[in-house]
């Protein structure tokens, strides 16, 4: 019989992209054993894996059931999967001649009911498609949107994972348990929400295990990897919530399962969020201090955040100086936004910054015409884009005049959407736009130009890059997004302060961020925001602080090593009025 290795071996050597299209990404052997020899408690139970794959989490139970006295463990493990090789795989795991008639070449969200399962399973063990809700199709979310669902609420931006979950509840016995390899969103994602309230209420005990190591960097992604261990199904709803712990390796999730299965480890509860599990005990007390103590309000108490301009084929409408040359169109022709965050050094953005990024090869000209002049040029411009393709164009459609990309709003500052390194407000005294690749800022109450300014540099303070990390979204390759409300419940430090030494702050932070000195940055404004807001810190919680955000930021990076800018020592002498 071939093991789940050699299994592994011959899957893997299937194309990466054709795997990556049905969301399969296979899980690791030794993974796949940890959580069947958690989830399956006697020689008795009935198994489901409802996307078996790599068949990896197949060979596992079938270990786990030898192990607890099982002598033909075919008969109790069912599952399905779209992918026909899946199945000629089938009897390394189980030996020939194999009844295979308890697996099925179906999708796992139409097996409602199937003639050979049982109609509950006591256990159920997956690693669900990875396909985000743009990738199912909108025939098929209708379609499944219009289904009752075991966990009530999944729609909307929701991956497939989420509907595999939602269903396969529905086949969970009383009393049984269900262990998921699932991706990050799960801990992040608005759509997860109402699953963890649900599993949550409807389990004896539910934990979520964050693994820091990337288990799938070998599958071609970097996705960060949620466990999910579920205990105790129950039909009827109690008071409970999802624990949430962290752990670095296989062998720590290993120990932690063991330990919270023991009841000998408990994790947190309630909203945190990933970058939270990584904050130590006396930062969290630092850094709830200052939120207490400084002035400390919501970026969004100040200001509206919204996306940039959305003009449905950038690629035809920004363009760099060379493209706009070609096209026969003057400066004037076009208005000039700021497309990618890179282009903006500092924490304000003039001119002659866009200029700049212009001479590098960046495309700061953006065609906007609500009413273009017959035979102009830029209507001649305008009419090479084909015309069937602009038909297809849900953009071009919502907007009364297609090439109308500018709605005319321009945002008091910037703000990226995705970054590395940690948020700046970028001011905009020039009145340029930006496109969707970054976030408009509009200050609430026509703020002074100095209250601005200290905005801006309260963003870049210890305290509010580590707000930021909390309430950001982080995605596998370690960059951290933010939505709009995200970015709205970002807390800045926001003290009374003279005007002249918030202009003379800004300056040298703004200097030190265009000389690339993005820590030297953060110490004028930590020194200069806290003192402001008559706060002192000793040597030692600066420290602190400091520590906790160069960790944070290392945790959401796949190799994480930390960067050769997170390895400042980060001194700054303690804070005082």
């Known amino acids: 019989m071939a093991t789940s290795a050699k299994i592994d071996a011959v899957f893997h050597a299937r194309d990466l992209e054709e795997r990556r ?35 990896g989490f197949l060979a596992a139970a079938r270990n786990a059931l030898a192990q607890r006295g099982c002598v033909n463990s075919v008969r109790q493990i069912y599952g399905c999967d779209i992918d026909p090789i899946a199945f000629q795989y089938l009897s390394n795991v189980f030996g020939a001649p194999l009844d295979t008639s308890g697996f099925v070449l179906r999708d796992f969200l139409d097996c409602a009911e199937v003639e050979t399962w049982p109609a509950r399973f006591s256990v159920v063990l997956a690693n669900p498609p990875y396909i985000p809700h743009h990738g199912i199709g909108k025939a098929r979310l209708r379609e499944l949107w219009s289904r009752p669902q075991g966990i009530h609420g999944v729609r909307g931006r929701a991956g497939l994972w989420a509907y595999f979950l939602s269903h396969a509840v529905n086949l969970l016995e009383t009393g049984g348990r269900m262990a998921w390899v699932l991706p990050g969103a799960f801990l992040q994602a608005d759509y997860a929400q109402p699953i963890r309230q649900y599993l949550g209420e409807r389990f004896d005990r539910c934990a979520a295990f964050l693994v820091r190591e990337r288990l799938f960097l070998s599958e071609g992604t970097d996705e960060e990897t949620v466990i999910l261990l579920a205990d105790g ?61 400084g002035n400390a309000v919501a970026l969004g108490v100040i200001a509206k955040v919204q996306i940039g301009l959305v003009t449905g084929d950038n690629s035809f409408f920004v363009l760099d100086r060379p493209g706009r040359e070609s096209a026969g169109l003057a400066e004037t022709d076009c208005l000039r936004v700021l497309s990618k965050f890179k282009a903006a050094p500092g924490i304000g953005l003039a001119s002659s910054d866009l200029d700049a990024y212009a001479d590098k090869g960046g495309r700061i000209f953006l065609v906007s015409a609500t009413d273009p ?16 393709r602009r038909s297809t164009i849900s953009t071009f459609r919502k907007r009364s005049v297609w090439s109308a990309t500018s709605d005319g709003k321009v945002p008091d500052a910037f703000l ?95 200097a030190c961020l265009r000389r690339g000195d993005a820590d030297g940055a953060r110490m004028i404004a930590d020194t200069a925001v806290l003192g402001w807001a008559g706060l002192a810190l000793t040597e030692d919680e600066t420290s602190i602080l400091a520590r906790a955000l160069v960790e944070m930021r290392a945790r959401r990076r796949p190799d994480r090593q930390l960067r050769s800018s997170d390895r400042s020592t980060y001194e700054l002498a303690p804070l005082s009025r």
């Open 21 to 55: 299209l049905l969301g399969a990404y296979y899980t690791p052997e030794r993974l796949s054993q940890i959580l069947s020899d958690w989830a399956i408690r006697e020689a008795s139970d009935t198994v489901l894996e409802p996307s078996f794959g790599g068949c």
């Open 233 to 293: 199904h129950r039909p009827n709803p109690k008071p409970g919530g999802v624990e949430i712990g962290e752990a670095n390796t296989l062998s720590e999730l290993e120990n932690l399962i063991k330990q919270w299965t023991a009841v000998d480890w408990a994790g947190v509860m309630g909203g945190f969020s990933p970058a939270a599990l990584s904050m130590a005990d006396n930062a969290r007390d630092v850094h709830a201090a200052l939120a207490r103590q």
């Open 373 to 388: 002049r017959p035979g102009s040029q830029i209507a001649a411009y305008l009419d090479t884009f084909d015309a069937e």
């Open 416 to 510: 990226p959407v995705m970054h590395h390194t940690g948020p700046r407000l970028v001011l905009n005294p020039d009145r340029h736009n930006c496109t969707n690749t970054i976030h408009r800022v509009f200050f609430l109450g026509d703020p002074m130009e100095s209250q601005r300014r200290l905005a801006a540099l309260s963003m870049l303070t210890t305290f509010t890059q580590i707000s930021a990390e909390l309430h950001g979204r982080r995605y596998g390759s370690g960059v951290l997004k933010h939505e709009p409300r995200d970015a709205e419940r970002i807390e800045l430090l926001f003290p009374s302060a003279n005007a002249v030494d918030i202009d003379r702050a800004y300056a040298e932070a703004d």
